[in-house]
């Protein structure tokens, strides 16, 4: 059974950071590519960042580029998400995702590709 959790939201305020981490059992995070997805108030989940091997690839989606970071700790089976220079419009319930194998391109930032996926943790970013 693959359980993730997330954890490390919270309320900050705009040019904060926060650093979100996703704990994963029953799956080894480093033969697995990795994601966060973000869901805002009554608008659509959206691909934030996505982390697959070999090689830690990483993607992004353009409006956190150069702000957030995603990475990953095998040892210790679990994601990570730094977010820097927060803002108003990031607030949302962030999810971890994992998907089987490794994602290519585009596949990288689609919610279908992935098939575990943690409860989500609260971000919410003031101004």
């Known amino acids: 059974q693959v359980q993730l959790k997330e954890s490390g939201g919270g309320s900050v305020q705009a040019g904060g950071s926060l650093r979100l981490s996703c704990a994963a059992s029953?799956?080894?995070?480093?033969?697995?590519?990795m994601g966060w997805f973000r869901q805002a108030l009554g608008k659509e989940r959206e691909f934030v960042a996505a982390?697959?091997?070999?090689?830690?690839?990483?993607y992004y989606t353009d409006s956190v580029k150069g702000r957030f970071t995603i990475s990953r700790d095998n040892a210790k089976n679990t994601l990570w998400l730094q977010m820097n220079s927060l803002k108003p419009e990031d607030t949302a319930v962030y999810y971890c995702?994992?998907?089987?194998?490794?994602?290519?391109?585009?596949?990288?930032?689609?919610?279908?590709?992935?098939?575990?996926w943690g409860q989500g943790t609260q971000v919410t970013v003031s101004s």
């Open positions: 029953g799956r080894t995070l480093s033969t697995y590519f």
């Open positions: 982390i697959r091997w070999p090689g830690d690839m990483t």
């Open positions: 995702a994992s998907g089987p194998g490794w994602c290519s391109g585009s596949a990288c930032y689609e919610g279908a590709t992935y098939d575990y």
